[in-house]
Structure formats: structure tokens, C-alpha cells
């Protein structure tokens, strides 16, 4: 049975069309809700208890690993970034010279920098795998996979436009080749089915304020057992054996706690944020993300067929996601008369060069695309 329409729980004003939640996210009514009581908390210090700074992280951690199909929660760490995400693994790679670091072309800046460092530091190369038209993205990325290849970093579709990556055939030949294999999940996971059983990649890092709806400075990841026994970025109090026990903080502990809690940023316990997180992720889990992708299908179907009636170009439904797709202009438009016609009638999407990036969700309806089409047709 597919998903009805959830724009009832969010506060978006009748005269917005918000197309671009893989820019930041809504929150809706529960989330809302959430942060509230976590403000109370924090108006009220003397109500806080001492298992407040853990349990609901554990919570938290629970519904992340049933999101990502991962069976041990102790695996799945709070961060605040993807790029504190990506900065942990890295700081757990030694290359050797010559090493090469796989990379897709026009890569969000979060998972390339920390990588272009490592590069330099070792010697090592980065290889970026483009893409010419005609060509396909998974063919290009299985060749570029090599004996040199020590990484391959990479989300499971193309951050901009929704390609699709074959992330199974990539974690295999990166296997074979004995390489980790680093996904950024951040405009993917919440909306698009993922297994971590199914794929295996050594680290998975996914921002948490756009498909996860969580306040903007959230982001979670899980990590492999190559990770297992690695060096945090930072060392705080919480993440040590027995650090539930006030009294005794001062004894210092050498041991972390198990696998990726190791990993987690300092004041994890934040009381307004995870409060607001779980709140998402229940939700989420409700709703599946098979069933979001879905209704996005249905919601944005006759859209395309319209769009590429105007001449604009869009991958084919098979190869490219339904919750995010790009939409190749046609050359002769004027992107800043276009730009400036979106912004004054309240319609809201992200341009990407001569690429508009739709992104919706179950607050959107098919009636939401007919403004950007009506406006669009103006300019072609």
C-alpha cells in the first residue's frame, strides 16, 4: 500500500514550493515537539539525570543501525559533521607511496579535502573517475579499480543529480583488490533502501539535516571492523570504559568504550538534539524508505515526461534516484532571469552549474511540480 501524502505534520505555508530538502530539511510537528521538551531540560538543569547523557544516545544509535540494517548498535556513532566523519577515517589510513584514492568527479567538498590531505601526506595520488556522455558511471568506476587503489570514496549516487552507483559491484571489486571502501550516504540514507549486511563498506558517514531531518550539526556513521581499534579525533570523558560512573571520572581509564563509541564527538548527549533525532528517525522507520522512494516516483512521474518535453534532459528512471534527479537545462536559457523568476514566485530548488537538482518528499505532491514546469516553459 503506498504512502498518502504527510504534508499535514509539517509547517510549510500553502504559497511555498519546497523543492529542495537535500539542501536542509523541514522538521515536522513530532521534531518539533521534541526540541521543546529538550529546552525544558535545559531550562530546568536540576531535572537532568545522569543516564540522560547516555541512554537516549543508545536509543538513537538503535534506530540508526535498524535504518542502515546493521546488527550491533555498538557500531554507529553521533558526529556532528560528514566531514568529522570522513576526517576519523582518515586520521586511521596509512598509504604507501604511489597509493592511489578513487574519487568521482565534481565530489561534494566534505569528502574530498580530508582525502587530498592524506594524499599529500603519504605521497599518494587522487584519481577522479569522470564520466563523458554515453558512458556509464559504474563502468568507469569498476575500471578505475586497481591494485594501486588503496580507497574508494564515494556516495551511492551522484550528490548533484541522483545517478545511481553500483555499490555492491564496487565493494566487490574494491574487496578484491583489497581496498576500504568510504560511502557518504548523506543524500541517500532515510530515503533510499540500504543494507551495510548487503554492501560492506568499511565506513559509512551520512549528514543528518536533510534526509534524516535532524537540526542542522548531526550527522551519524558507522563504521567497519577495520575501524575497530582505531584513534579518535578527540579524547572526552564519555567515551571511556565505565564513564557512566561520575564519582569515579577522575580514576582515568586507558580503555574506550567498545567498536565505534570511540568515535563520538564530544557532548553526544546533546538533550535538544538527539531528542529531535529520534523523533526523526522514528518516523522514518514508519514510513520506510522503500515507501518514500516510491511516492516520489508516483509524485514526480508525468513531471518528467513534461520536462523533457521542454528539452530539458534527465536520466533514465532506472538509472538515477526518485527522491533527488537533476534536470539539464537546455542551453539557451538565461539561468539568472530563471534563478531570479523561482525565487520571486517562492519556488525553492537548487541550481547546480546548468543542472536544477529537484529534491522532494512526502510533504510534496504532483501539484507541487506544475509551478517549476509553468515557469520554467517561460524561459525556454
Same mark, same amino acid.
Given at each position: 500500500?503506498?504512502?498518502?501524502?504527510?504534508?499535514?505534520? %509539517?509547517?510549510?505555508?500553502?504559497?511555498?514550493?519546497?523543492? @529542495?530538502?537535500?539542501?536542509?530539511?523541514?522538521?515536522?510537528?513530532?521534531?518539533?515537539?521534541?526540541?521543546?521538551?529538550?529546552?525544558?531540560?535545559? /531550562?530546568?538543569?536540576?531535572?537532568?539525570?545522569?543516564?540522560?547523557?547516555?541512554?537516549?544516545?543508545?536509543?538513537?544509535?538503535?534506530?540508526?543501525?535498524?535504518?542502515?540494517?546493521?546488527?550491533?548498535?555498538?557500531?554507529?556513532?553521533?558526529? =556532528?559533521?560528514?566531514?568529522?566523519?570522513?576526517?576519523?577515517?582518515?586520521?586511521?589510513?596509512?598509504?604507501?607511496?604511489?597509493?592511489?584514492?578513487?574519487?568521482?568527479?565534481?565530489?561534494?567538498?566534505?569528502?574530498?579535502?580530508?582525502?587530498? /590531505?592524506?594524499?599529500? *601526506?603519504?605521497?599518494?595520488?587522487?584519481?577522479?573517475?569522470?564520466? $563523458?556522455?554515453?558512458?556509464?558511471?559504474?563502468?568507469?568506476?569498476? @575500471?578505475?579499480?586497481?591494485? $594501486?587503489?588503496?580507497?574508494?570514496?564515494?556516495?551511492?549516487?551522484?550528490?548533484?543529480?541522483?545517478?545511481?552507483?553500483?555499490?555492491?559491484?564496487?565493494?566487490?571489486?574494491?574487496?578484491?583488490?583489497?581496498?576500504?571502501?568510504?560511502?557518504?550516504?548523506?543524500?541517500?540514507?532515510?530515503?533510499? =533502501?540500504?543494507?551495510?549486511?548487503?554492501?560492506? =563498506?568499511?565506513?559509512?558517514?551520512?549528514?543528518?539535516?536533510?534526509?534524516?531531518?535532524? =537540526?542542522?550539526?548531526?550527522?551519524?556513521?558507522?563504521?567497519?571492523?577495520?575501524?575497530?581499534?582505531?584513534?579518535?579525533?578527540?579524547?572526552?570523558?564519555?567515551?571511556?570504559?565505565?564513564?557512566?560512573?561520575?564519582?569515579?571520572?577522575?580514576?582515568?581509564?586507558?580503555?574506550?568504550?567498545?567498536?565505534?563509541?570511540?568515535?563520538?564527538?564530544?557532548?553526544?548527549?546533546? %538533550?535538544?538534539?538527539? $531528542?529531535?533525532?529520534?523523533?526523526?528517525?522514528?518516523?522514518?522507520?514508519?514510513? *520506510?524508505?522503500?515507501?518514500?522512494?516510491?511516492?516520489?516516483?508516483?509524485?514526480?512521474?508525468?513531471?518528467?515526461?513534461?520536462?523533457?518535453?521542454?528539452?530539458?534532459?534527465?536520466?533514465?528512471?532506472?538509472?538515477?534516484?526518485?527522491?533527488?534527479?537533476?534536470?539539464?537545462?537546455?542551453?539557451?536559457?538565461?539561468?539568472?532571469?530563471?534563478?531570479?523568476?523561482?525565487?520571486? @514566485?517562492?519556488? %525553492?530548488?537548487?541550481?547546480?552549474?546548468?543542472?536544477?537538482?529537484?529534491?522532494?518528499?512526502?510533504?510534496? *505532491?504532483?501539484?507541487?511540480?506544475?509551478?517549476?514546469?509553468?515557469?520554467?516553459?517561460?524561459?525556454?
Amino acid at each position: 500500500m503506498s504512502l498518502p501524502n504527510q504534508k499535514h505534520l %509539517f509547517d510549510l505555508p500553502e504559497d511555498i514550493t519546497y523543492l @529542495n530538502i537535500a539542501s536542509q530539511s523541514p522538521a515536522f510537528k513530532a521534531i518539533y515537539e521534541a526540541g521543546l521538551e529538550g529546552l525544558k531540560q535545559k /531550562n530546568r538543569p536540576y531535572t537532568i539525570k545522569g543516564s540522560d547523557y547516555f541512554e537516549p544516545v543508545v536509543t538513537l544509535k538503535k534506530l540508526f543501525a535498524a535504518l542502515i540494517d546493521v546488527s550491533d548498535y555498538n557500531r554507529i556513532a553521533t558526529i =556532528p559533521s560528514v566531514s568529522y566523519g570522513i576526517a576519523t577515517v582518515t586520521n586511521n589510513i596509512v598509504l604507501q607511496e604511489g597509493n592511489e584514492i578513487l574519487v568521482i568527479e565534481e565530489q561534494f567538498p566534505s569528502n574530498y579535502y580530508s582525502w587530498k /590531505n592524506l594524499a599529500d *601526506t603519504y605521497n599518494a595520488t587522487i584519481k577522479t573517475v569522470s564520466k $563523458k556522455e554515453g558512458e556509464l558511471w559504474d563502468t568507469n568506476i569498476l @575500471n578505475a579499480i586497481t591494485d $594501486k587503489t588503496a580507497v574508494v570514496a564515494l556516495g551511492n549516487i551522484h550528490w548533484s543529480n541522483g545517478s545511481l552507483f553500483d555499490v555492491k559491484a564496487i565493494s566487490k571489486k574494491a574487496k578484491q583488490h583489497k581496498a576500504l571502501l568510504i560511502i557518504d550516504g548523506s543524500q541517500t540514507i532515510g530515503a533510499l =533502501p540500504f543494507s551495510v549486511k548487503e554492501i560492506q =563498506p568499511d565506513a559509512l558517514i551520512c549528514a543528518g539535516y536533510k534526509w534524516l531531518f535532524g =537540526p542542522y550539526g548531526c550527522a551519524y556513521a558507522y563504521y567497519g571492523a577495520y575501524f575497530d581499534n582505531g584513534k579518535p579525533l578527540e579524547e572526552n570523558w564519555s567515551n571511556r570504559l565505565g564513564s557512566e560512573n561520575f564519582a569515579g571520572l577522575t580514576n582515568y581509564q586507558s580503555e574506550y568504550k567498545q567498536l565505534a563509541n570511540r568515535y563520538q564527538v564530544g557532548e553526544s548527549g546533546n %538533550f535538544i538534539y538527539v $531528542k529531535m533525532q529520534i523523533a526523526a528517525l522514528q518516523q522514518i522507520l514508519e514510513w *520506510t524508505p522503500k515507501g518514500i522512494q516510491e511516492y516520489c516516483k508516483n509524485i514526480s512521474a508525468e513531471a518528467v515526461k513534461e520536462l523533457k518535453a521542454l528539452g530539458c534532459k534527465i536520466e533514465d528512471d532506472d538509472q538515477r534516484t526518485h527522491h533527488l534527479f537533476g534536470i539539464e537545462l537546455p542551453k539557451n536559457i538565461h539561468l539568472d532571469a530563471l534563478k531570479k523568476d523561482l525565487a520571486s @514566485n517562492n519556488i %525553492f530548488v537548487s541550481f547546480r552549474g546548468n543542472y536544477i537538482r529537484i529534491s522532494c518528499h512526502l510533504f510534496n *505532491t504532483a501539484e507541487d511540480l506544475k509551478p517549476l514546469i509553468k515557469h520554467l516553459n517561460n524561459h525556454v
